[in-house]
């Protein structure tokens, strides 16, 4: 069996240069040239002919060498085809020869060649694990687990994969002697300290994106064939599909690929997973799947409206950029309601959460957690949480757990020691207590029978909320029909009554079955209405919109 050294640092072969050499360009190279240094933005791919190629991690306080590629080795990790900035740097150790690939040549390689794209892919993968592994330091980002300014910078560095260290305030005394060195006072956290020691004080998650080279720029002068807003399953789904099948896909979302399913501690009945798959993993691989095709993941980008110019479908973001496309997919997905109780908003990002992942689980190590939610989301947040809280209290509203949540969570949740089921009851009040930095945290929750009887009391620190869910569509109102909760409607859904626009006499058709009631634009996922809010059918819809997609450009051609 293969070990994780040998998967990360494969040897090509004869034959894998030799179908390389035709899409590259071969070049001498000297003792001491940079090929590419930590922070550049557009980078190659090398093939080492003849001498030696060091890879240098520059983010401790001592350059050191974790590698070192000869003949018949390879640069390169996953941010080759993500198109990120270069995290590490490449000098040359040995005069000899290189073969250089650009980032274009090098994804039709992965596509084209598949064989050898798998023993790329996988190295690439293996090589980003090994080197956190290895203690790589990425940015610094300092606050407390309480605020929701630094809450929203953890959040977005983990998920999508950026090198971090979150220094907390309220427990590593490093984090209080930095501030004090640099001469920032708590009030100005959070403060994130780049690889190069340059700092921003509470920066947006716009910022951070810039600041570490996840943001990229789209070109607004090209007409995309096909746009996807959002990168949930549904979303991810159809960029695989729409860039492997020619399409010049661009696919934009708020936070990160994955959606709400990207929050998932584990999905256990995804089809072909087993042994279940985290969500984050499987947001990860579908990205660098699309990427690997072709696709453009562009982050974080929040869609403000859509229109028509032309024969195009426009896209708006906040910032008013506009995009143009072809045709355009809606799959921008669900988010969890919030709880109609005083205070809530005060709490949010403090101790109110819509997500359970790793840093929240974390933050409540040894204290109590409150889960709310009868639904899938709301037992897997608490079969993770009970592996680190003293006690989770679940709170529904009725009296069968049974009812929204699948029967093997269920018995998961029943049979945990430290989880304790609160039937017929619902949050009526949150308290909380002052805090030196984020003015006040939460520190109790209270829930009864909804009319004020049989009230509970929990010292919790932390309060998920996993209850119902409304679209992210209202970007698309008065664009396209939505049924009275707001959802997308699609196909035969769509009353007559909106179909008689000018648009679809010119396409002379009725709408495709994901379609909405503007030609061209399509819907798929938890935002469609009627859809079955499960990842399986996400993927599906998304899958299956791409086929209307190429239906409809077809016809307007």
Known sequence: MPTDNDIAFPKLSDRDIAALRPRG?????????????????????????????????????????????????????????????????????????????????????????????????????MRRTMLLDQGFEGIKIIGSRYSPDAHALIEFAMRNDVPHTFLDLESDPQAESLLRTMGVAT????????????????????????????????????????????????????????????????????????????????????????????????????????????????????VKALGIMGGDRVVTLDDGTKLHARALLVASGIEYKRLDVPRMSEFEGAGVYYAATDMEARMCAGEEAVVVGGGNSAGQAAVYLARRARRVHVVIRGNDLGKSMSRYLVDRVDGLENVTVHRGR????????????????????????????????????????????????????????????????????IEASSLV?????????????????????????????????????????GAMAVSFVHAHLGTTV
């Open 426 to 493: 619902v949050v009526s009040g949150l308290e909380g207590e002052k805090h030196r930095i984020t003015g006040v945290r939460l520190s109790r929750v209270d829930a009864d029978s909804g009319d004020g009887g049989d009230e509970i009391t929990v010292g919790a620190r932390a309060l998920f909320i996993f209850i119902g869910a409304v679209p992210h569509t209202g970007w698309l109102r008065g664009c396209v029909a939505l049924d009275d909760k707001g959802f997308v409607l699609t196909g035969p859904a």
């Open 187 to 302: 009030s100005a956290t959070p403060v994130v300290i780049g690889r190069d020691g340059r700092w921003v004080s509470n920066p947006t998650v716009s910022q951070l994106a810039r600041y570490v080279g996840v943001e990229r720029r789209i070109d607004t002068d090209e007409v995309f064939d096909l746009i996807i807003v959002g990168a949930g399953p549904a979303g991810l789904a159809a960029s695989v599909y729409g860039a492997s099948e020619g399409l010049r896909t661009l696919v934009i979302d708020g936070v990160a690929a994955g959606g709400q399913a990207g929050t998932s501690s584990r999905i256990e009945n995804y089809v072909g997973f087993p042994a279940g798959i985290t969500g984050g993993e499987l947001a990860r691989n579908a990205a660098l799947q699309a990427q690997k095709f072709g696709a453009e993941l562009s982050v974080p980008r929040t």
């Open 25 to 125: 360009t071969p070049r001498r190279v000297v003792v001491g040239e940079l090929l590419f240094k930590e922070g550049d933005p557009d980078f190659s791919f090398y093939v080492v002919l003849a001498g030696a190629v060091e890879i240098i991690d520059s983010s401790h306080d001592e350059p050191r060498v974790v590698a070192v590629h000869e003949c018949g080795d390879f640069t390169g990790d996953v941010d080759m085809l993500s198109g990120r900035v270069a995290l590490v740097s490449a000098r040359v150790a040995k005069d000899g020869e290189v073969l250089v690939l650009e980032r274009a040549a090098l994804r039709r390689v992965v596509s084209e060649l598949p064989e050898l794209g798998e023993i790329l892919l996988k190295a690439f993968l």
């Open 501 to 541: 626009a000018e648009s679809w006499r010119l396409v002379k058709r009725a709408p495709y079955f994901l379609e909405t009631s503007l030609p061209g634009v399509f819907a798929a996922g938890d935002a469609r209405s009627g859809s079955v809010k499960r990842v399986a059918s996400a993927v599906g819809e």
